[in-house]
C-alpha cells in the first residue's frame, strides 16, 4: 500500500521567499564562533593533565563530538517516527538532513579518538574494545542509512525504509554509552562526568567540556538547519523540474 | 617518551579538516541549488506572465 505523503512541496511557503532565504545564517555563526572559542580556550586556557600530558586536551573535542552524534541521529530517530506516524515530508527531510551531520560528528569522533588511543592505549585501534566496535557498528548503520536514501527512487518507500533504519540505528546509542558497564573487557574508562556522583575533573577542566559540549551542540544544530534548508530548496527545484514549470 | 602535543595536534587538525571539509561541500551544494531554483522560479514566472498575456490577448 502507498501511503499518499504530505507537503511535497512545502505548501505554506512562497518558494520565492525560500530563495531568499539564506542557507547558512547567523545561528550558523554562531555555531561556528562557538567552536572558534572552543578551540582557543582549550588549547590556551586550560592547562595540560598531569598524566596524560598534552594529549588529554583531545577530550574536549573527543566527547563533545560523539555527544553531538547522539543528538543527530537522537533527532534521525525522532523524526523517523514522526514520519511513519504522519507521513509528513517534513520530518523525513528532517530525518535525513540530521542523520548527514550526525555521520559527521560520528567521523570526527572516531579520528580524535584514535590519536588520543595511539597515546594513552599505545594502539589506534582495539577490536575488542565494545565501545569503540559499536561506535563503528553506528557509523555504519548510519552510513547505510544515507546510501539506502540514494539507492531507492520512490519517495514515499525511500522514507519509510530509511526511518525503520533511523529507529535501529538509535537503538545502539544506550548500548554504547553502557558498554563500559556492561562488558569488562575493554580499555575505554568509565565514564567522568556523565556518571552519577561528582564529575572527576578540575573545575577549569569541567568548565572547558561544558563549554565544548555548548558550542558542539549549538554547531550540530546550525549545520542540521543549514542541511534542512539545503533539502527544502533542492526538493523544490526537483518538483519544480518535475512539473515542466521552470522549462 | 611519546610526544604528546603532536597527537594533540593532530587530533585537532583531523577534527577541524573533516568540519570544514563538509561545511565547504555544503556550501557548494546549497549555493548551486539556490542558483537553480532562482533560475527555475524566473522561468516559472515568465511561463505565467506569457500565458496570462496570452489569454488576455484572446
Known sequence: ?247 | MIDTKSYMVGAYTVATAIYLTYVTSLWNRARRTSRNLAVALEAKDRAGAERDASRSQG
Do not use: N
Open chain 1, 1 to 247: 500500500m502507498t501511503v499518499p505523503h504530505r507537503g511535497t512541496v512545502p505548501p505554506h511557503r512562497e518558494p520565492h521567499a525560500l530563495v531568499a532565504k539564506p542557507i547558512f545564517d547567523w545561528f550558523f555563526a554562531v555555531g561556528v564562533l562557538a567552536m572558534v572559542a572552543l578551540y582557543v580556550r582549550s588549547l590556551a586556557f586550560t592547562p595540560p593533565d598531569a598524566m596524560q600530558g598534552m594529549a588529554q586536551k583531545i577530550y574536549y573535542i573527543h566527547i563533545p563530538a560523539w555527544l553531538a552524534s547522539y543528538t543527530a541521529v537522537g533527532i534521525t530517530a525522532l523524526t523517523s517516527v514522526v514520519y511513519l506516524w504522519l507521513h509528513d515530508e517534513r520530518a523525513d527531510r528532517l530525518s535525513e538532513a540530521s542523520a548527514e551531520i550526525g555521520l559527521v560528528f560520528l567521523t570526527g569522533g572516531l579520528s580524535t579518538g584514535m590519536f588520543w588511543g595511539r597515546v594513552i592505549w599505545g594502539a589506534w585501534w582495539v577490536w575488542w574494545d565494545m565501545r569503540l566496535t559499536l561506535t563503528l557498528f553506528l557509523w555504519f548503520v548510519v552510513a547505510a542509512y544515507l546510501v539506502l536514501r540514494g539507492a531507492i527512487e520512490d519517495e514515499a518507500m525511500r522514507a519509510r525504509y530509511s526511518a525503520v533504519l533511523a529507529v535501529l540505528a538509535a537503538l545502539l546509542i544506550p548500548f554504547i554509552h553502557l558498554s563500559v558497564y556492561l562488558f569488562s573487557a575493554g580499555m575505554h574508562p568509565m565514564p567522568v562526568v556523565l556518571q552519577p556522583g561528582e564529575p572527576k575533573l578540575s573545575p577549569q577542566m569541567l568548565v572547558t567540556f561544558l563549554f565544548g559540549f555548548v558550542a558542539f551542540e549549538l554547531f550540530c544544530i546550525a549545520l542540521i538547519r543549514a542541511r534542512y534548508r539545503y533539502a527544502v530548496q533542492r526538493d523544490i527545484l526537483a518538483t519544480l523540474e518535475t512539473s515542466g514549470d521552470a522549462r
